[in-house]
């Protein structure tokens, strides 16, 4: 019994530096499989149609429940021109936008940038940022790492039965970790 003892004893103050923080543990946790996701197809909620700021149809391609909530990536076909988003930030996640196509406008803290096919952006967290649809149809890759709740708010938007206000836009954009600072960017 004494053996047993020993041998808990010594495994417990060599694993405890190795598990002494979640952030380190999570790894244990991850899946140890990949899984494939089809063009034209969402990953855990299929399409997701978006309402308040556009119309558009979100694909989740990799969820924050795929990686500990370590990144999240998510396809978006956008179907509403000369809308976007409120000018908002994230309060903890970097986002990563790729054009696939058409044309977009963004504002990234005072500057403003036309994205056509091809290009990408990055939008540090806590810095302002916009985007509004120009070309008549368009598609994205859009990067969130950490994963943070942007899935939760996309789920959100979609089940809603009508037309949001702003300030109930306001309230689910706070509820999933960003927060609406300004109007949605008009195309210049």
Known sequence: MKRNGFIASVFGLVSAPFFSSAGEFKYFLRKDKG?????????????IQLKGVNANILDVKISG????????IFEQTSL???????????LGQD????ILEGTYYFQVGE???????GESIFLPRNVP?????????GKMTVIMQPAG????????????????????????????????????????
């Open 111 to 117: 500057d403003k940038f036309t994205m056509t096919k």
């Open 95 to 98: 986002e990563i936008f790729q």
């Open 80 to 90: 509403s021109p000369g809308k976007g988003t409120p000018l908002h930030v994230h």
């Open 149 to 188: 709740k942007l899935e939760e708010f996309f789920v959100t938007v979609a089940a809603l039965d009508h037309e949001p206000s702003p300030q109930e836009m306001a309230k689910i954009f706070a509820d999933n970790e960003m927060k609406v600072v300004g109007p949605p960017l008009k195309i210049e």
């Open 35 to 47: 899984f494939k996701v089809a063009a034209g197809e969402g990953r855990i909620h299929g399409h």
């Open 65 to 72: 429940s795929d990686t500990n909530g370590d990144l999240a």
């Open 129 to 137: 940022h916009a985007w509004t649809q120009v070309s008549e149809r």
